[in-house]
């Protein structure tokens, strides 16, 4: 009786824990190559031109690729955000704490950026810490 106790636990301890892997390894499996590539660019081509890049791969695949809809949105909202994060610093070097601020936002902006396109990179979705969600 011990055994069929036992047996059955630990099938279901290795059942619940096949279950909560499933689904990731399932997440991480159905981003594809490409899915991955556009999200990358995304979040990099937020770098060199605001939101227009992020905002033009979005709506062209956004269709095509769920992880790319995902990260785009992302993208999209963050540069916004550092978009009006900046016009506020150009507004605030009149008291001059706008020079400082404004140079948060670039690095903030770079490292943020490069952090995301790696995770979208690899296919695990990114979420930016300080970002207003205009795009849901």
């Not at 590539?37 to 269709?63: E, N, Q, S, V, Y």
């Not at 150009?90 to 770079?110: E, R, S």
């Not at 979208?120 to 970002?131: H, I, K």
């Amino acid at each position: 009786m011990d055994e069929k106790n036992e047996s059955p636990q630990n099938e279901g301890e290795t059942g619940n824990a096949d279950e909560t892997e499933q689904p990731i390894g399932a997440e991480q499996a159905e981003v594809s190559k490409e899915a991955r590539m556009w999200a990358m660019l995304c979040h990099l081509l937020g770098l060199f031109t605001c939101f227009i890049g992020p905002l033009i791969i979005w709506l062209i695949k956004k269709d095509e690729y769920a992880f790319v809809d995902n990260q785009g949105k992302e993208a999209l909202n963050f540069q916004i955000t550092v978009a009006i994060a900046s016009i506020v610093s150009a507004l605030l070097t009149a008291v001059c704490i706008g020079f400082f601020l404004g140079i948060a936002v670039m690095i903030c902006d770079l490292v943020f950026c490069i952090v995301a396109s790696v995770k979208a990179n690899d296919g695990a979705a990114y979420r930016y810490p300080v970002s207003i969600r205009f795009i849901k």
